[in-house]
């Protein structure tokens, strides 16, 4: 296996820009991490992106984050945020465990640049910020109840007696247990009903934005309400069901944007930021062998010859990760690769940096070549590594493109890791949860 001999390496901004030209005629281009605390893989992230926004036309960046949280990014990137001053302020939003995982420099900078790019630009062609999860599920209820209030307070009422379901739950954890278990109400028709509604009636715009993102805005807040409520119910019933729900949702979330910010009836270009377990084709690993989807998946299936799969990999290095949910986190070393894994053999190229498409992959492998991956997220436990982070997979077959760090550095996040505050039971669900990716 001659890997050596296709890797092209990176040295700098030029092999990046290679990388874009490479993708930059696909309409979603999906840029995965093998962390959600590796500074390297956000670097790399964001450089392809600025370019895709800057020179080829990608008009939003969609995050596995929620919906609410981005939605305040989004504000201050496109100059309609009348609180937050500095991209600091404008992350704010996200405030759950583990909140390094967009609070942190890489992001912060990028949030920089996204708003000053905009600034010159049109207010029709700024390129937003969303988020595309389904954790926020008390936060979108009182997001769409605002925006009814505001513009049909008789709709408001209805919403507001339909979410009422809802009034005995404190945790969604705990909903989710109960109406698996039959011990108390569940509310699967009242959230379909609402949002039904909404999408039926096409209520009057607010007025505050020409292109009607304040109506968007609130469906896609009932859009949330409904499936983070079929998520939760799914979550203790299976590991399958519930990814399956939540990666449909971002694909589903993904269309709606493209939709919504499509000019002379064509959609809008869009770039994904999320972990290789979502952007990467589930069909050629073992999560596809246990019936999971993903999003990479769903989009290329969906969009034949429209999408493209970033994954990065790394030998070793450094990582922010906590030991458990919840718990603080910390920096730290991450263990050579296992032998028999991709990273291993990429590793053996002796190159810092390198990255290979999926053609080359096969030229230089063979077809259809199986090994072990990594994927470590917000949780790491190193004595577990290989039970905890490997799984199996053809990476060929799983991306388009492949990026490898050799050694990777820990993100900075914006806040003192111990001084992260634990989770309160009235807080929703934290970010990936339960899987950690």
């Keep these: 296996m001659d890997v050596h001999a296709i890797a092209r390496p990176i040295y700098g901004e030029g092999e990046i820009e290679e990388i ?21 893989f956000y670097d790399i992230r964001a450089s392809i992106t600025r370019r895709l926004i800057s020179q080829h036309g990608f008009n939003a960046v969609a995050i596995e984050g929620d919906w609410p949280d981005a939605m305040r990014v989004d504000r201050y990137v496109r100059g309609q945020s009348e609180d937050d001053e500095t991209p600091e302020m ?9 909140r390094w995982m967009w609070r942190n420099r890489e992001v912060e900078r990028f949030i920089g640049w996204l ?31 605002s925006y009814l209030e505001d513009n049909d307070p008789a709709a408001a009422k209805r919403a507001r007696d339909r979410y009422g379901c809802f009034d005995h739950i404190g945790d969604p954890q705990h909903y989710g247990i109960q109406a698996q278990l039959g011990l108390g109400p569940k509310c699967e028709n009242e959230v379909v009903a609402q949002l039904a509604e909404m999408q039926r009636r096409k209520i009057a715009r607010s007025g505050r934005s020409p292109a009607g993102d304040a109506w968007f805005h609130a469906v ?3 859009h949330v309400v409904r499936n983070a409520e079929a998520y939760y119910r799914a979550m203790f019933g299976g590991r399958a069901a519930s990814w399956n729900l939540r990666d449909t949702h971002m694909a589903d979330t993904v269309d709606l944007l ?15 930021w999320a972990h290789n377990s979502h952007v990467g084709d589930a069909r050629a690993t ?24 970033v994954g990065v990999t790394t030998h070793t290095g450094s990582v922010v990760a906590a030991y458990d949910w919840d718990e603080p986190g910390e920096v730290e070393q991450v263990r050579a690769s296992l032998p028999g894994s991709w990273e291993e053999l990429f590793h053996e190229c002796e190159l810092t940096r390198f990255y290979a498409t999926s053609a080359q992959l096969r030229r230089a492998v063979g077809d259809h070549v199986d090994r072990l991956q990594r994927a470590i997220g ?41 001084e992260i505050p634990a989770r309160t039971p009235q807080e929703e669900v934290p970010e990936t949860y339960p899987t950690g990716v």
């Design 378 to 418: 917000v949780v790491y436990r190193p004595e577990t590594e290989r039970l905890s982070h490997y799984l199996h997979a053809r990476l060929a077959d799983e991306f388009d493109i492949v990026i490898h760090v050799d050694d990777t550095r820990a993100l900075e996040p914006l806040d003192p890791l111990a």
């Design 286 to 309: 073992e999560m596809g062998e246990d019936g999971q989807l993903t999003l990479g998946q769903i989009l290329r299936q969906r969009h034949p010859n429209e999408t493209a799969l």
């Design 258 to 272: 493209a939709e919504h910010l499509g000019r002379d009836g064509e959609p809008a270009k869009v770039i994904i």
């Design 90 to 98: 404008a992350l704010r939003g996200f405030e759950r465990f583990p």
């Design 115 to 145: 708003c000053r790019c905009n600034m010159e630009r049109a207010a029709e062609r700024r390129c937003g910020f969303y988020g595309l999860d389904l954790y926020s599920m008390h936060a979108s209820m009182r997001a769409v109840l």
């Design 20 to 40: 874009v030209e490479l993708i930059a005629e696909k309409r979603l281009v999906l840029l995965g991490e093998a962390s959600h605390g590796t500074k390297d």
């Design 220 to 222: 896609q807040q009932a």
